[in-house]
């Protein structure tokens, strides 16, 4: 499965595609964005499908079989560039919106202080 997040479909230039990994012991998800120059949305996607797969087998995970498209634009980015964007519409309130998508306790992230 593959989901554009752009109407930028036939246009080349820089893309931000996220994937999304699964690792059995500790049962274990992981979203992972890479970068990629091509001819097309659907260009990114394949390309980055093709190295989640190796990924995948270097990591020992499972590849979800979800990959989400960013154009980020045809100037090669930079410092500050923004590489990926998801816009999701929901009714909670903005603590309960970050418990259940960002903040669940069961995240390995490093959090500034």
């Known amino acids: 499965m593959s989901a554009a997040m752009s109407d930028d479909d036939g ?3 820089w ?12 049962p274990t998800y992981e979203e992972r964005i890479t970068l990629w120059q091509a001819s097309s949305l659907d260009h990114a996607i394949e390309q980055a499908e093709a190295e989640a797969l190796a990924y995948s087998g ?4 499972e590849y979800l079989r979800i990959a989400q498209a960013y154009w980020i634009g045809t100037e090669q980015p930079s410092r500050g560039s923004e590489v990926f964007s998801l816009l999701r519409e929901s009714d ?6 970050l418990d259940s998508f ?4 069961h995240e390995r992230q490093r959090m500034s202080e």
């Open 15 to 26: 893309f931000g595609v996220r994937c999304v990994f699964r690792t059995s012991d500790p």
């Open 92 to 97: 909670l309130d903005a603590d309960d919106y």
């Open 102 to 105: 960002f903040d669940t306790g």
């Open 11 to 13: 246009i080349p230039g």
């Open 58 to 61: 270097l990591v020992a995970s």
